[in-house]
């Protein structure tokens, strides 16, 4: 008589699914991330598997957007002027004062009216001391 043959029972995606929830819920991470990895070597176009791969992957760090610049004659200016205007808000940009006021809404309305630049200027309250 002949051996049975044991035919491999595999989990649907639906079930992979529930053991990665399942792992989640547990906070066991590294191990959902290799259930994924196993699930999506059956079934690689599955929506569900795919969501979870998304959802668990490690995070990544991504620089974008506006990025600012070199402040320092801005600084330089606010060392050499800035005591003028003390207990006023100013507006500078490069080595040029764009405005100041005492009110912040003030010189914001101000800014807003000029033509845009390159950069914002740099904004900041001068203490009275």
Do not use: C
């Amino acid at each position: 008589m002949a051996e049975p043959v044991k035919v491999p029972q595999y989990e649907t995606p639906e079930e992979y699914e529930a053991r990665i929830a399942d792992l989640f819920e547990q906070e066991r991470v590294p191990g959902a991330r290799r259930l994924i990895d196993e699930a999506l070597q059956r079934y690689p176009d599955d929506p569900g598997l795919l969501a979870w791969r998304k959802a668990l992957a490690p995070p990544q760090v991504r620089i974008g957007g506006a990025r600012d610049k070199d402040r320092t004659p801005e600084f330089r200016w606010l060392d050499a002027y800035g005591p003028q205007y003390r207990g006023e808000w100013v507006a500078v940009l490069g080595d040029r004062l764009l405005g100041h006021s005492p009110d912040h809404g003030e010189l914001n309305s101000y800014l807003d009216e000029l033509p845009a630049e390159e950069f914002p200027p740099l904004v900041v309250y001068i203490q009275d001391r």
